[in-house]
Every structure is written in structure tokens, then in C-alpha cells.
């Protein structure tokens, strides 16, 4: 059964190419010559969670780069180099972080199940329950708390990217570039803009502030 569900993959793939063709022939040949896309996801490695279709955009429209809820660690350098190209090669403009309802991730930092490995991740996940742990723990409804700790998680991320200093420098060099922060609901395909946005480091706080 795997070595077939393997198989039906690549005889989808010639599917589609063939079916791209019919539509546009020549499709492929203007993808091989570039990105130029506007926008950098930063999203939740989620398989229900797809940047593009969401927003209804083409492939070489959205820069992505994903992990387990959407987190910007500053010591991941995979997170780092895919946000340095986005922003100093590819020039784009907005860096939307994505989360979404009903996140495994965000799930199992409000518990204390053991997973393995994983563990070391979701104890970044576990810091932002931390910081908001008055205003979660006030929420009796369960499913509610979990609602809002993915929007807090969202948040705190953005914060988080807006604090690079690959972002700041960016604003330091007057590029446009805006940061923001999005949920997805699995449940009805609706993007909710959390409408935090962050354009400049003066927003953030005096501590944060990079001087070039």
C-alpha cells in the first residue's frame, strides 16, 4: 500500500504538468526564470496548512519557510538564512506569520506529555504560555484558552521577527517591509488578521531597539 500511494504521487505530478501545459505552455519555462515574490510565510508545518492556496497565489508568489507552530527562534539559522534571502536578495515587502486553530504544537505545550525529541522545541512554545500565563489561566473554557494561546503565540512571534537585526537593518536602509500577524482556521478556511503590524522599530520597545 505505501509503495502505491508512492507511485500515484509521481503519476499526479505528470497529471498536473500536463495539465499546466494545456492551460499555459509557457508556465514552466517563466517559473525557470525567477522569484520575485512580495511576501515571506512564516507558517505552521501543519500538512492542512498550505501558504499558497490559502491566499489564492501562484507558485513564485510566497517565499515560505515552515516549523512545527510557526516559531521564530532566534538561534535557528534555518529560520534565520530563509528570512535573510527573503529580505536582502529577494527584497520582499510583507513577512506574514501564520498560525492556526487547533495547532498540535501549541496543544502540546499546554501540557507536560513527554514526545521525545520535540521536546526541546515546544519548550520555546511553553516560554510564550509563560509570559501570558495570568491571562490563559483566567480562561476556564479549555478550547478558548487554546484559541488564544495560538493568537498570543502569533503575536509574540511577530514580535519576535520584528527584533532581528536583519529586520531592523532592513528599516534602518528604508526598505519597505512589514511585518504581520495572521490565524488560519482549519475548520473554515478563514485567515483572521490578529491586525499586528509593525513597520518600524520604534514600535518596539527601547530594549529591542538596534542603533546602526
Request: aromatic share 10%.
Amino acid at each position: 500500500m505505501p509503495h502505491r500511494l508512492y507511485k500515484q504521487f509521481l503519476e499526479n505530478n505528470k497529471k498536473w504538468v500536463t495539465k499546466k501545459l494545456q492551460e499555459d505552455p509557457g508556465y514552466f519555462e517563466r517559473l525557470a526564470q525567477g522569484q520575485k515574490p512580495p511576501l515571506l510565510w512564516i507558517g505552521c508545518a501543519d500538512s492542512r496548512v498550505p501558504a499558497n492556496q490559502i491566499v489564492g497565489a501562484e507558485p513564485g508568489e510566497v517565499f515560505v519557510h515552515r516549523n512545527i507552530a510557526n516559531m521564530v527562534v532566534h538561534s535557528d539559522m534555518n529560520m534565520l538564512s530563509v528570512l535573510d534571502y527573503a529580505v536582502n536578495v529577494l527584497k520582499i515587502q510583507h513577512i506574514i506569520v501564520c498560525g492556526h486553530y487547533g495547532c498540535g504544537g501549541i496543544q502540546a505545550a499546554m501540557g507536560n506529555t513527554s514526545y521525545g525529541l520535540i521536546d526541546n522545541w515546544i519548550r520555546h512554545i511553553k516560554d510564550v504560555y509563560r509570559f501570558h500565563r495570568v491571562e490563559l489561566d483566567a480562561i476556564e473554557d479549555e478550547q478558548a484558552r487554546f484559541d488564544a494561546f495560538v493568537e498570543l503565540n502569533v503575536k509574540e512571534q511577530v514580535l519576535a521577527l520584528a527584533r532581528t537585526s536583519i529586520v531592523q537593518a532592513a528599516w534602518n536602509n528604508k526598505q519597505d517591509l512589514i511585518v504581520h500577524g495572521w490565524v488560519y482556521g482549519v475548520g473554515n478556511g478563514i485567515v483572521k488578521d490578529l491586525e499586528v503590524n509593525i513597520c518600524s522599530n520604534e514600535q518596539l520597545e527601547k530594549a529591542f531597539q538596534l542603533d546602526f
